[in-house]
């Protein structure tokens, strides 16, 4: 299924009619804001790795990854917010919820499974909707990786207040058009150390790798391998 067809389908999910109300959710991963923007600004390109598994997640956390991505829709995508709860309840570094969010209740979810972060798509949002998520998620002290595709969205991006940037890997030369001080992540399947390099003299901060990146048998090599490359401000 495409992008679009996850969109169109998750919408109809999130307009179906609420089912009995859940208990609620104690947070048990502490919350500390801006956690997750800090571990792709930094003086090296920030890692975030996608897992699976926990056991995956915590590979990637030995072999140096900055934070870890977390599939969270258990219908089109895998995982699901359980497997973000279990994840966040044994990494250390910061977790990134992985979803197509087009109600502001997923950003509540993200919460409440543990994770400091959510992925928003600009495309799949009007401007409204956008601007309502990155309230939400600010007002519970989560941060927002905005992911762009063109020009239009990177305005848009922009507008609404988005503080983080992603830019997948046939739209970087957008690079161009965020301005200073505000970070901006590469989301690719990166494969080699010089991609990294690459990214870092593009002015990229962060990269967000994909699995297939990350193949082979032992993974938190895998990511050492990518790891320790300067950023921009660092050189």
């Known amino acids: 299924m495409d992008l679009d067809g996850i969109i169109a389908l998750k919408r109809e999910l999130w307009t179906l009619p609420e089912g009995p109300s859940a208990p609620p959710v104690q947070r048990h991963r502490p919350l500390r804001p801006g956690r997750f923007t800090a571990a792709v600004n930094g003086r090296e390109v920030g890692i975030v790795a996608e897992a699976g598994t926990v056991a995956l997640a915590l590979a990637y956390e030995f072999g140096g990854a900055a934070a870890v991505s977390v599939p969270a829709d258990e219908l089109v995508l895998g995982g699901g917010p359980e497997l973000v709860r279990r994840v966040a309840g044994a990494v250390d570094v910061p977790v990134l919820f992985a979803d197509v969010v087009v109600d502001v209740r997923q950003v509540d979810m993200a919460y409440a499974a543990g994770a400091d972060a959510v992925l928003v798509l600009v495309r799949a949002l009007d401007h409204a909707e956008l601007a309502d998520i990155l309230a939400v998620a600010e007002g519970l002290g989560l941060d927002c990786l905005v992911s762009t ?81 300067p950023t921009r401000a660092a050189v």
């Open 149 to 229: 595709v063109d020009e239009e969205d990177v305005e848009r991006a922009l507008d609404a207040g988005a503080s983080l940037i992603g830019l997948t890997h046939d739209s970087l030369w957008l690079r161009a058009l965020v301005p200073a001080g505000v970070p901006v992540v590469m989301e690719s399947e990166v494969q080699h150390r010089g991609d990294v390099e690459r990214a870092a003299g593009m002015g990229f901060t962060g990269c967000v790798l994909g699995p297939l990146s990350l193949l082979g048998r032992d993974p938190a090599a895998a990511v050492r391998r990518l790891t320790g490359v």
